[in-house]
């Protein structure tokens, strides 16, 4: 842009673009995201209204809906400002594009030798010698250090220019790029994609899943099945392994099986299925012990709730009928248990309370047979969240334009460098001079280095 | 010998070469510094030794894995992080003083390990959600970046006490500097020292104090002794120039470090992103450092004002990993299920 216009002589569009391609806008814009998402870490998002109400009270609560707060990374003004961040860096990119793209592709660069004598990083030598043969020795040792070079004569000797890492100057290009292609991965995904979940028993299947943020059904285009579940824990009570072994089907065939685990998702057709959760269920097999009160003997023997089992010595039948998770004994909740029911040899069926907790409650009956719960197989239900994000390829891409980008910048750069050669009576007069675009400390060393390598060379050694 | 008593050994070897840095400066003896170079050398090699005899460990335990996966483990790499990039910056600046600020803060990472109750350095196995090989990378180039901002910070603080007191006196920041400082102490002696905020406003009141007694003592400090201790620093210059390329080293980084884990949720999770405090607070950070790169670079900052973002910077640091305990709501990380 010309710098001489006065701001009065432009016209209202290259004024709104001029604001947008200022950096100060973007410093306020990245303080401004920086102090506004600290808000959402403070009040926890997405809860129930009436949790909020509770916490805040009916103003607050009043206020911070309006604002947005309880869902502030998706309200419109947290939207606006990234929106803004992108219009900025979109603009304050293309800005500077036009003058770096001068630089980078132009087939032979300007070399000022003016400026080179200007330089701080600058050395300066004698050497013994014609130039001619000068020439001839230096050119190999600048090639081997630069991709670029180029000789003029001048009028009492000649000058080598050199140069690399022109196309450097892009990598700041490519990371704000990545920035703009992150988010667009980013919308993508918001209005393709989903989040919502699923739970299944083992041997049951769904046909459809629940999503997440309104609480939809969505059909899924296919069954899934969970053939299997299995947790695993540690000797210290930490879990260990989830996994479920789950099962894809159409039209009742099943196409594709897999175990997931933590970490190790399911893919079917854009669609994947993680490992999220478990919960229990309710047991469905016990070992039940009858003891016999006339001869004290103790018989274990499995059942399935709804089916009647025999007991040894006569005693009658005995049928498990439910689970329940809080059972109640005279007022008092006694916590999980089953409910069976006993049907002794000649008379009426007794109701039976089976606490998990209290092995030998059914002591107390003092009937002809005491039932206790031995051992009962856990049954869990696996809890898996399922989604479908099409744009998360491209956050991949722009996390890679990132990390290059960034690596670009910051560690590499545009060096350039000339190798001055002048007559003065019967000795040459050398000077090494360079510039980069970045690290100024570090080109300093390097032009020493060069300097020195080209003074030993002609010193013979 | 475990790998425990290793690194409580090493805790002491990193003080003691904090404390040779700060005495060689002081009391400007370099041989006192070199002894200190050599110190923090043992105590490097003495904290990887430490950090591979854990891992071998934990194989004989039958739950191998990276020590890499709980606060313990990874403030002991955080602190070999910090020995590794200050010797790096001692050889390139060629000056030992940088070390008094910096050491102490790899001491200071390993005696909180080690002394808080309640961080354990048992080896413990790992969760579900933690097996992954992204967990590890995920660990390591954080902690890179963290380790890097630190020194950035130590290297931001060495040029605000360089430059002294701000020229121009502006009311509006002569109380917010005190009050800022005293909301991080606070907040960071609830985090990290005290389980109750009365008892963390007992505990930040002195130090604040503490800290701007400091701060009167060098400005009332004679010219000479002044001169003596500052003259030592690096030139202005290049503290400024040695934090910024510092800090480009730990942006790159932490960039990695949020995009490693950003892949890891999303094969854990299924989403790259869902702004769950730890993860906000990372970008917080990130938004912090992209400011410091941009007003450097574009609108010619340098000095005082790029070493207060420094600080800032790191307490945002500090914040993302410590401070986010404190926070509503963090489920993800851990736990599991109910
Ligand atoms: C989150 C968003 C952004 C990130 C991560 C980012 C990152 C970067 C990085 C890493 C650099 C290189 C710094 C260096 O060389 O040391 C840079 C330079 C720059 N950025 Fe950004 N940036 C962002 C947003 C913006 C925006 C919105 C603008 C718009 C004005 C902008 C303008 C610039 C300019 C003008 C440069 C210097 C380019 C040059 O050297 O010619 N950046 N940015």
């Not at chain 2, 902690?143 to 009311?171: C, H, N, P, S, W």
Request: charged letters at 15%; one cysteine or more.
């Amino acid at each position: 842009m010309n710098s001489k216009q006065s701001s009065a002589d432009l016209s209202a569009i290259d004024r709104i673009w001029k604001s947008f391609a200022s950096v100060r806008l973007t410093i306020a814009l990245l303080l401004s995201l920086a102090a506004t998402s600290i808000i959402g870490t403070l009040i926890p998002q997405n809860e129930a209204p009436g949790a909020y109400l509770q916490t805040f009270g009916e103003f607050l609560y009043r206020l911070f809906s309006l604002l947005g707060l309880f869902d502030m990374y998706h309200s419109w003004w947290f939207r606006a400002l990234i929106l803004l961040l992108v219009v900025n860096i979109i603009i304050c990119s293309l800005d500077r594009l036009k003058a770096t793209w001068k630089i980078i592709f132009v087939r032979n660069p300007r070399f000022n030798i003016a400026r080179y004598r200007q330089l701080k990083s600058k050395a300066e030598f004698n050497a013994a010698g014609a130039t001619a043969s000068l020439k001839d020795r230096f050119l190999p040792v600048v090639s081997r250090r630069y991709r670029y070079r180029r000789t003029e004569e001048t009028d009492a000797g000649f000058a080598i220019y050199a140069e690399k890492g022109r196309l450097t100057r892009l990598g700041v290009y490519v990371v704000h790029l990545s920035v703009v292609v992150l988010l667009i991965g980013g919308l993508i995904g918001s209005i393709f994609g989903y989040e919502g979940f699923v739970n299944l028993a083992p041997g049951d299947s769904a046909r459809s899943i629940q999503l997440r943020h309104n609480n939809q059904i969505l059909p899924l285009g296919f069954d899934i099945r969970c053939d299997a579940f299995k947790v695993e824990f540690y000797d210290t009570g930490a879990p260990k392994e989830f996994r479920s072994s789950l099962s894809i089907l159409k039209e009742g065939k099943v196409i594709e099986q897999k175990d997931i685990i933590v970490n190790d998702p399911l893919r079917y057709e854009g669609i994947s299925f993680y490992q999220a959760s478990y919960g229990s269920l309710s047991p469905t097999e016990v070992i039940l012990n009858f003891t016999s009160q006339a001869t004290g003997m103790i018989y274990s023997q499995r059942a399935a709730i709804g089916t009647a089992v025999d007991i040894p010595e006569n005693l009658g039948t005995f049928t498990l009928k439910k689970y329940t998770r809080q059972a109640d004994f005279r007022g008092h909740n006694i916590g999980e248990a089953f409910i069976g029911v006993l049907t002794p040899q000649n008379s009426n069926p007794i109701d039976i309370t089976l606490p998990l907790k209290f092995p030998s409650f059914d002591k107390m009956r003092k009937g002809q047979v005491f039932v206790s719960i031995a051992d009962f197989v856990p049954r869990y239900y696996t809890g898996l969240q399922v989604s479908k994000d099409p744009g998360v390829w491209v956050v991949y891409i722009g996390f890679i334009l990132m990390i290059i980008g960034i690596y670009i910048t910051f560690f590499m750069s545009h060096q350039q460098i000339c190798v001055e050669v002048t007559l003065l009576d019967k000795k040459s007069q050398v000077m090494v001079a360079g510039t980069s675009n970045k690290n100024k400390m570090g080109m300093q060393k390097k032009v020493a280095q060069l300097a020195h390598r080209l003074a030993n060379l002609t010193s013979g050694k | 010998m475990n790998s425990s008593l290793v690194l409580s050994i090493i805790t002491f070897v990193y003080g003691l070469a904090g404390f040779l840095y700060i005495f060689a400066w002081v009391f400007k003896r370099p041989d006192a510094g070199r002894l200190a170079s050599w110190v923090a050398v043992i105590g490097l090699f003495g904290n990887t030794a430490g950090i591979i005899m854990r891992w071998v460990e934990s194989y004989r335990m039958g739950i191998g894995h990276a020590p890499f996966s709980n606060l313990y483990e990874s403030l002991v790499f955080f602190a070999w992080t910090i020995g590794v990039i200050y010797l790096v910056v001692e050889r390139k600046a060629g000056n030992r003083i940088i070390g008094a600020f910096t050491m102490p803060i790899a001491f200071l990472a390993m005696a909180y390990a080690s002394l808080k109750p309640g961080i354990s350095s048992e080896i413990q196995p790992l969760i579900p959600a933690l097996k992954s090989n992204w967990l590890i990378a995920h660990v390591i180039t954080c902690f890179i970046g963290y380790a890097a901002f630190a020194t950035a910070f130590g290297i931001g603080a060495m040029y605000l006490l360089k430059q002294g007191r701000d020229v121009e006196g502006v009311t509006w920041l002569d109380i917010a500097k005190p009050l800022t400082l005293f909301i991080f102490v606070l907040l960071f002696s609830r985090v990290l020292l005290a389980g109750n905020w009365a008892m963390s406003i007992i505990i930040a009141l002195p130090l604040c104090l503490i800290f701007y007694i400091g701060v009167f003592l060098t400005r009332r400090m004679p010219v000479d002794i002044k001169d003596r201790l500052l003259g030592v620093f690096p030139e202005s210059a290049i503290l400024d120039e040695l934090g910024y390329q510092v800090t480009l080293f730990g942006f790159l980084f932490l960039s990695i470090g949020i995009i490693s884990g950003a892949v890891w949720a999303n094969s854990a999770w299924g989403r790259y992103w869902g702004w769950d405090p730890k993860e906000t607070w990372s970008l917080i950070t990130w938004f912090i450092y992209a400011t410091l790169l941009h007003a450097r670079l574009m609108r010619g900052w340098r000095g005082r004002r790029i070493a207060y973002l420094s600080l800032v910077g790191f307490a945002a640091v500090l914040f993302t990993y410590f401070g986010v305990n404190l926070l509503p709501g963090l489920h993800s990380y851990g736990a599991f299920g109910q």
